[in-house]
C-alpha cells in the first residue's frame, strides 16, 4: 500500500469514530487488530474491536504504520504520526 500524506480534514471529526486498523507494530500481537476508534489521549489509542465487540488499549508508540477509513477515502500513515496530544497530531497529519 502506498503511504497517504494528503489527509488534511480535522482530526477530532475524521479519526475520531473511524475504522481503524495496525498494520505494523514493534509488538507483534498487536499486527492487524482493527476496530472503531473510541477515544484518543497522550500515550494510548482507545479501538473498540469489531470481531471481538471489546475495548482495545494500545499504545501509540508501539504502532508502526496504520490505515485510517473515512467515508471518503482510506489513508495508510505511519505510526509517528499519530504520538502526542490529539490537539497536537493535527498539525502532524497535515
Given at each position: 500500500m502506498k503511504l497517504n500524506n494528503d489527509?488534511?480534514?480535522?482530526?477530532?471529526?475524521?479519526?475520531?469514530?473511524?475504522?481503524?486498523?495496525?498494520?505494523?507494530?514493534?509488538?507483534?500481537?498487536?499486527?492487524?487488530?482493527?476496530?472503531?476508534?473510541v477515544n484518543l489521549t497522550k500515550n494510548m489509542i482507545v479501538i473498540r474491536s469489531a470481531t471481538f465487540d471489546k475495548i482495545i488499549k494500545i499504545p501509540k508508540n508501539e504502532i508502526l504504520k496504520y490505515c485510517i477509513t473515512t467515508k471518503q477515502k482510506m489513508f495508510v500513515l505511519p505510526g509517528k504520526r499519530l504520538l502526542g496530544r490529539p490537539e497536537e497530531v493535527k498539525g502532524k497529519i497535515r
Open positions: 489527509f488534511t480534514n480535522s482530526l477530532d471529526s475524521e479519526l475520531l469514530h473511524s475504522s481503524f486498523r495496525i498494520l505494523n507494530s514493534s509488538n507483534p500481537q498487536n499486527n492487524g487488530k482493527n476496530g472503531k476508534v
